[in-house]
């Protein structure tokens, strides 16, 4: 589960991680008594979307104006990013700041461990970082037991030399609290970026991302009342309720899976190939033909989306149900997305049948499906 950049500072704040002195507004007279408020030379004006980018977007505004201020409130207010519509601005004061850092937490599945993200260049994508300067990047695996070690923390701040003892302690207390958090609320992602040290050599997370597991929802009532479904992508919405696992991203060639290692391993290999996936999309171990008919529901309703590509390792789920989801997903909602289709496991030999009736083809190779889908992509109309 998403929350909004101000709740994730709320959720700072009572861990006692120091954040600037903000307040949200839904409409820019509320600016008044703001700029009476902060004691501050400038202020931060900050759209409040379930997704990234927002900078790029034009979302976040710097003045030191009351009537400017009211007019970049408007703007960002009336912006649609990403498909979502701004309905809160975060209004912060403007931080001195002396040094910008990268600070994450994040559920390694893969490795059945934590794993500390660090860098020294915070205020920076991660993934642009990761492709230009990837030795920027410091990676600390946590054990579940017996969790983040101070050692590990040392490891990282003795890596910086060029700030001060008092801000290492500073430091040191935001990595701990901040793991702390991440425990405290079972989330797959806690995020600062960037986590700045002040004039007066203080911690402050100036931004602040928070994804609680789903799956730890039902122990967490009083997180869970975060959640704003009418604010989400309608995409993701859908899913949710339909108990997919998806995300929407930028591209366009649509994802169906199962499983996430498959998911991830998907998307990569769509990139090699100089492809971009629209989505995320996990149906999960034991998904039946309805699973496979809702996903494609959901997909062909992005307009972003011109080839279909689905891989299907089955395991427990069997491939022939998910031919025939394909197979009453394509004829009953009219799709006519060029679909590839990956399918290898329990029944294909079935499958493969079922598919072939319908005149789809099947690859068994991964490398060779996502070649064709990128193919398609070419020969589709811009």
Not at 52 to 70: E, I, N, S, W, Y
Not at 122 to 131: H, P, T
Not at 237 to 266: F, P
Not at 304 to 324: H, M, S, T, Y
Request: with cysteine; aromatic share 8%; proline share 4%.
């Amino acid at each position: 589960m998403k929350i909004y950049e101000y709740q994730a500072k709320n959720l700072f704040s009572q861990h006692e991680i120091p954040v600037p002195l903000g307040k949200t507004i839904d409409n820019p007279q509320q600016l008044d008594s703001i700029f009476s408020e902060f004691n501050s030379p400038g202020i931060v004006l900050k759209a409040q979307v379930y997704t990234g980018g927002r900078g790029k977007a034009g979302g976040v505004k710097l003045t030191d104006d009351l009537d400017q201020a009211k007019i970049l409130a408007r703007e960002i207010l009336d912006m649609n990013i990403k498909g979502l519509p701004v309905k809160t601005v975060l209004v912060e004061q403007q931080i001195d700041i002396k040094s910008e850092f990268y600070l994450s937490f994040i559920q390694d599945r893969d490795n059945s461990c934590f794993k500390l993200i660090f860098s020294p260049q915070g205020g920076m994508d991660i993934e642009e970082l990761a492709r230009v300067n990837p030795d920027k990047i410091w990676m600390k695996a946590i054990k579940y037991f017996p969790g983040l070690q101070s050692y590990q923390i040392r490891e990282i701040l003795t890596q910086l030399p060029e700030i001060s003892l008092s801000a290492k302690k500073s430091l040191y207390t935001a990595i701990n609290k901040l793991y702390n958090l991440f425990i405290a609320t079972e989330s797959s992602l806690v995020e600062i970026n960037p986590l700045v040290i002040t004039g007066e050599d203080k911690c402050l997370a100036c931004d602040a991302k928070v994804v609680i597991d789903d799956n730890a929802l039902f122990r967490h009532p009083q997180l869970a009342s975060l959640r704003i479904p009418e604010h989400e992508d309608p995409f993701e919405r859908e899913a949710k309720e339909k108990k997919l696992n998806y995300v929407k991203l930028d591209g366009n060639v649509g994802c169906m899976v199962n499983g996430a290692g498959l998911a991830m391993t998907t998307m990569d290999v769509i990139k090699h190939y100089q492809g971009q996936p629209a989505n995320f999309l996990d149906i999960g171990g034991g998904a039946k033909s309805q699973q496979v008919y809702d996903a494609l529901s959901i997909i062909v309703k992005d307009p972003a989306v011109k080839v279909i590509f689905i891989n299907i390792f089955g395991g427990i789920v069997r491939c022939d149900q998910v031919a025939e989801g394909i197979i009453q997903a394509k004829n009953k909602l009219n799709i006519n997305h060029p679909m590839v289709i990956r399918l290898i496991g329990t029944n294909d030999q079935l499958a493969y049948k079922l598919l072939k009736n319908e005149n789809l083809q099947v690859f068994t190779e991964m490398s060779e499906a996502a070649k064709q889908a990128v193919k398609y992509l070419e020969e589709s109309p811009k």
